[in-house]
C-alpha cells in the first residue's frame, strides 16, 4: 500500500491496528506519522512504536504534517474531537484529487457529525477490535456520503489484512461495538474465571490458564468450521446426569447467560450516549 497513514491519537485501538500492519510490512514506519496529546505520551509511544515511525504531541508545530497524509485514522477519545477538529481546519491541506480519507474510531460518533466537522475529508467510521493485533480482528465499517468507490477499497484494503470487514449500516455500529469491541474483555474474564476454577479444582496456574485459553480457541474454532450453533454444541457436551449439566445448572442459576446479554445491551447504550 503507498500511501502514508496519518494517525491522531495513538491509544490501545490505533495501536491495534498499526502496529499489525507494521510487522506485516502493509506500511513501512516511515510512512507512519503519528500526533499525540503530550510530550510524556510521545516517549510512550515510541517504546511501543518500531524505530522509524514519526511522533509528535499536539503543541509541536510539526503535528500539523499529519493533515498532509491522504488516509488519516482518528483515535483520540469523544470528548477530545473538538480540539481535534479545530487543529484538522486550521491546518487544511489541498489535494490534487480526492479528499483525504479519514477514518474515525471514535464509538458513537456520528458520520453526520464527522462531516460537519472535517467538511476537507472524506469520512468513515470504523469499528475494529483488538484480535487485529494477531492478524484476527473483525472491523465494521460505514461510509460517509462523499467517499468514493476507490476510496472505500483503499480503506477495506486497510483493514482486510488483519480483520475480517463487514460494511453495515452505521445504526448497527453501536450493538457491533458492543459485541465484538468490547467482546475480548467479556472473553478473557471468562478466560481468567475458568483458571481460577480449574486452580481451585487443583490444577498448577501455568497449566490452568494454557487449558483455559486453549479450551476457548479450540470451541470457538469448533464452532466456526463445523457452523454449529452454540446450542448443538453445549448439547454434545453434556450428558445426562454428567459433569457438564451440573455446571451448566449452576452456570444458570447465578444468571450468566443473563448477565452477559445484559453486558452487550449496556456496551451498546454507553456507546450512543459517548456521541
Known amino acids: 500500500m503507498p500511501c502514508s497513514l496519518g494517525v491522531v491519537g495513538l ?24 500526533v499525540v496529546g503530550h510530550q510524556a505520551s510521545v516517549e ?13 504531541s499536539a503543541d509541536d508545530p510539526n503535528s500539523s504534517d499529519v493533515w498532509k497524509a491522504p488516509i488519516q485514522l482518528l483515535g483520540v477519545k469523544p ?26 474510531l471514535l464509538a458513537g ?33 460505514a461510509w460517509g456520503g462523499n467517499i468514493t468507490s476507490d476510496q472505500q477499497l483503499l480503506v477495506s484494503q486497510l483493514f482486510n489484512p488483519i480483520s475480517e470487514v ?56 469448533l464452532l466456526k468450521e463445523k457452523e454449529l450453533h452454540p ?9 445426562p446426569g454428567g459433569t457438564t449439566i451440573t455446571a451448566l445448572r449452576h452456570l444458570e442459576k447465578a444468571g450468566l447467560r443473563s448477565a452477559l446479554i445484559e453486558a452487550v445491551i449496556a456496551a451498546s447504550e454507553r456507546s450512543r450516549e459517548l456521541g
Open 44 to 56: 510512550r509511544a515510541y517504546d511501543q512504536l518500531p524505530a522509524g515511525v514519526q511522533v509528535f
Open 79 to 104: 470528548y477530545q474531537l473538538e480540539l481535534v477538529e479545530q487543529s484538522a481546519n486550521q491546518n487544511k491541506t489541498s489535494f490534487s484529487s480526492n479528499k483525504p480519507i479519514l477514518i474515525s
Open 166 to 221: 463487514l460494511e453495515l449500516p452505521e445504526d448497527q455500529l453501536d450493538a457491533f461495538l458492543a459485541l465484538t469491541s468490547s467482546g475480548p474483555a467479556y472473553i478473557a474474564l471468562i478466560a481468567e474465571a475458568l483458571a481460577d476454577g480449574a486452580v481451585a479444582a487443583g490444577l498448577p496456574r501455568v497449566l490452568a490458564n494454557h487449558l483455559a485459553h486453549r479450551t476457548l480457541f479450540g470451541t470457538s474454532l
Open 11 to 34: 491509544g490501545r485501538m490505533a495501536q491495534a491496528i498499526i502496529l499489525p500492519l507494521l510487522e506485516r510490512e502493509n506500511f513501512q514506519p516511515s510512512e507512519v506519522f503519528g
Open 109 to 141: 460518533v456520528k458520520l453526520q457529525r464527522l462531516i460537519k466537522a472535517f467538511p476537507n475529508h472524506s469520512c468513515v467510521r470504523a469499528v475494529p477490535n483488538t484480535p487485529a493485533l494477531v492478524g484476527a480482528g473483525v472491523t465494521g465499517l
Open 231 to 239: 446450542g448443538q454444541l453445549k448439547d454434545m457436551v453434556a450428558s
